[in-house]
């Protein structure tokens, strides 16, 4: 059972997977936090609350149970503003008398077979209610009329709970919404190390690891997205621990605008987490009746080190997340032009890339930018989305089925929620940019950025794509969103709803999506922002792929790639084979190396495949057969991180066991050569006791002995070099 509740002790368990998460009601109507880690026998363990801790300075409330008892020392549920507890706060409610201190206590519980879905915001889900229960508890400021629930989904078998906040005006005046995080964990320790994923355009999600300081650490985008500054996911885990041992805590966010995730050490050495919206530039409104929904955040944990924390974001992403046909299907193999011709291209040039595609076994070809309205650079249409046939002659029809003809598939760029000054779209409504009257509007890559809060806005993006969408047999669409946020207003908001439209954006770029989604389920959606600039689990609701970085050079993608490992899923990666000298980088890469690299995701081709010779043409042949072998391994088995290439920036290795251990894929790139050295790797999660056949040399070895005293490469790693071994277990 993954929800009891103790009704004469008010005490609320959560077992998800071999996880225990417990929280009681104390008789003053306070919520504490008692427990959350590894699975526990008993429920009551309030003892573990430490009422003698030296309240000196901290506030004690009236109803207080103890001498010692208060809101600064004691670990809450969920953390309130400006009623004695002076830590970092998830909630703040401004009342008409104009005061900001919020205070909650327990009025009630539900539970709820399945998940609910929330309203307008992706959300993970299940299958069949069987998979999670939801514990919905309510909780009130009697004084501002806000009533909270809290709400909480135990997934059975993994070790998740996914938790959210619903927030109401029962009063009968107007609030505010100040701060509304969508949780807090409280934990009486501190010797933990953070990690978290920060970066840049082209160096998405770099791993960083250190220990906690007495203090408050965050980390947070207040750039409109969730950014590839910071990505929206922190990781808790013992000091010591490593990929196998250990204990961690994840927290993943599933929301695509401003985040924060902000961690406080306290002088007890206690530690509390919240994340949620970033509360700058933030605020919302609540008539009498009105409700609020925080977007949910993920957690998870495991006492196996950070690979169980990774398989189990892998699993409930890939199967409680992400949505469609295209989750489970098999994705195509595509080649997008981008790389290839950049603005250069028309209607010829694309069919040529297409035909030797169809030949070496490719089977989408995706039209990126420039392909609409005048846009031969960046400067401007966007906006403007019909097709420019002068490049596109005869039409985009035309193409799609010159294209089909060949036997491939047809993909399409967008970048919808992007206006060019430079367009007919803003001709017409230059008001329909986010912008604030009387300031200059700040452009980013020469564009700037629809107002997504606006009906009429979203409207005309859903006529115009769908325009296109039906216009041909459009099996795919790459949505791009290639600038932050600034100047951020609304035209037709009131002053004192202007800070809603950070979040009122990003809901309005979710009813687009869904709307979009619904009208065209069988449309492969691939998202992405300047490559990685928006990859979270909230995009992944709609597009179950994204790019994963506009740096396609094999080595740089070995980083990047591992730091994407943490919370998602290979499937959800997409990584192609580029030119080499590298576009980004220039450095020179082995073609068998881009190719082993970019078979780590979702596997494609970004350059000009009339320019490769033979012996490349070859290879792409040999490459997509080998993405059709282990495509189940790679998306649907387990992924490992052998070697991180962080260890000894020299090489790395990472490998994918299918679901039943039969078959195992072992990936080692030589980054930079080691003069004079041998490798070693051990495996991991094989069969200790089956024997697996290294399939292209013969080469037997048991499970154990490949997992404990690893296996030796007898191959010549040169700069760049990699190889990739198929493992298979004998009958
Ligand atoms: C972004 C994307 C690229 C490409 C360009 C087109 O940078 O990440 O892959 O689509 O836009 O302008």
Redesign the pocket.
């Known amino acids: 059972m993954p929800i009891t509740v103790n009704d004469q002790k008010k005490l609320f368990r959560l077992d998800a997977g071999n996880s225990t998460y417990i929280m009681q009601v104390r008789e003053n109507g306070y919520l504490l936090h008692l427990y959350y880690g590894s699975h526990i026998s008993d429920s009551d363990v309030s003892h573990l609350l430490d009422n003698h801790i030296n309240a000196a300075f901290s506030p004690l409330p009236p109803s207080r149970e103890s001498s010692y008892f208060s809101l600064d020392t004691q670990p809450q549920e969920y953390s309130c503003n400006g009623a004695g507890d002076f830590r970092i706060s998830a909630l703040s409610v401004k009342m008409p008398n104009g005061s900001t201190s919020t205070e909650l206590k327990y009025a009630s519980y539900k539970i709820i077979d399945g998940k609910p879905s929330l309203e307008g915001l992706p959300a993970t889900y299940v299958n069949c209610d069987s998979e999670a229960k939801t514990l919905e508890i309510t909780m009130e400021d009697t004084l501002s009329g806000a009533e909270v629930v809290l709400c909480y989904t135990a997934f059975e078998s993994l070790n998740a709970i996914a938790r959210n906040v619903r927030i109401r005006n029962t009063s009968d005046a107007l609030l505010k919404v100040d701060r509304a995080y969508s949780m807090t964990l409280d934990l009486n320790r501190a010797d933990f190390d953070l990690i978290h994923f920060h970066g840049k355009?082209v160096a998405e999600r770099k791993f960083e690891r250190s220990p906690l300081i007495h203090g408050i650490q965050s980390i947070a985008s207040k750039r409109g997205s969730s950014s590839h500054n910071h990505n929206p996911f922190v990781i808790l885990c013992d000091k010591t621990a490593t990929e196998t041992f250990g204990e961690a805590y994840g927290f993943s966010f599933v929301y695509s605008g401003n985040f924060a995730s902000d961690i406080e050490v306290d002088c007890f050495d206690h530690t509390r987490v919240i994340m949620g919206i970033n509360p700058t530039d933030f605020e919302w409104l609540l008539s009498p009746g009105d409700f609020f929904t925080t977007p949910e955040v993920v957690m998870v944990y495991s006492d196996a080190g950070l690979e169980k924390l990774s398989h189990t974001y892998h699993r409930l992403y890939r199967k409680n997340l992400c949505r469609g046909p295209w989750r489970d299907a098999k994705r195509p193999i595509l080649v997008?032009n981008?790389?290839a011709t950049?603005?250069e291209f028309n209607s010829d040039k694309l069919v040529n890339i297409a035909k030797d595609a169809a030949e070496l076994g490719i089977e989408m070809l995706v039209m990126?930018?420039?392909w609409f309205g005048n846009r031969n650079d960046?400067h401007s249409s966007l906006g403007d989305w019909f097709v420019n046939e002068d490049k596109i002659s005869g039409g985009l029809d035309a193409l799609v089925k010159r294209v089909n003809d060949l036997g491939l598939k047809f993909g399409i760029?967008f970048?919808p929620e992007m206006i060019s000054p430079i367009s007919k779209l803003y001709e017409a409504h230059p008001d329909w940019c986010l912008h604030v009257n009387g300031r200059d509007r700040s452009t980013g890559?020469q564009q700037l950025v629809l107002d997504m809060s606006r009906k009429d806005v979203r409207d005309y993006l859903f006529n115009v794509m769908s325009e296109i969408l039906s216009s041909s047999n459009i099996a795919y669409v790459?949505w791009?969103f290639?600038r932050n946020l600034s100047e951020v207003g609304s035209e037709l908001l009131p002053p004192e709803q202007q800070h809603e439209v950070f979040h009122r954006y990003v809901l309005g770029l979710y009813e687009l999506l869904e709307r979009l989604i619904t009208a065209f389920p069988n449309v492969l959606f691939e998202g992405?922002?300047?490559?990685g600039?928006r990859f979270d689990p909230a995009m992944l609701y709609y597009s179950p792929q994204i790019?994963t970085?506009?740096n396609t050079d094999a080595i740089e993608r070995c980083y990047i790639q591992y730091g994407t490992s943490f919370a998602y899923p290979a499937s959800s990666m997409s990584a192609h084979v580029s030119a080499s000298p590298n576009h980004q980088t220039g450095r020179a890469t082995s073609f068998k190396t881009r190719g082993n690299v970019a078979m780590a995701g979702a596997f494609g081709y970004?350059l000009d495949l009339n320019k490769l010779s033979v012996e490349e043409k070859q290879l792409v042949k040999e490459q997509v057969e080998s993405y059709h072998k282990y495509y189940h391994i790679i998306n649907f088995g387990d992924f490992y991180r052998l070697i991180s290439p962080y260890d000894n920036n020299y090489y790395c290795a990472w490998e994918y066991v299918s679901e039943d251990k039969n078959e195992a894929l072992l990936t080692f790139v030589s980054m930079r050569v080691v003069i004079n050295h041998t490798y070693f790797v051990r495996l991991r999660g094989l069969d200790p006791t089956k024997i697996y056949v290294d399939v292209a040399t013969g080469d037997e070895y048991h499970g154990d002995t490949l997992m404990n005293a690893g296996l030796r490469l007898k191959e010549w790693m040169g700069d760049g070099s990699s190889i990739v071994k198929y493992f298979k277990a004998k009958e």
Do not use: A, P, V
């Open positions: 355009h997008n981008w790389e950049y603005f990126d930018d420039g960046d760029w970048e890559r790459k791009d290639n992405c922002s300047g490559g600039g790019w970085s506009d970004e």
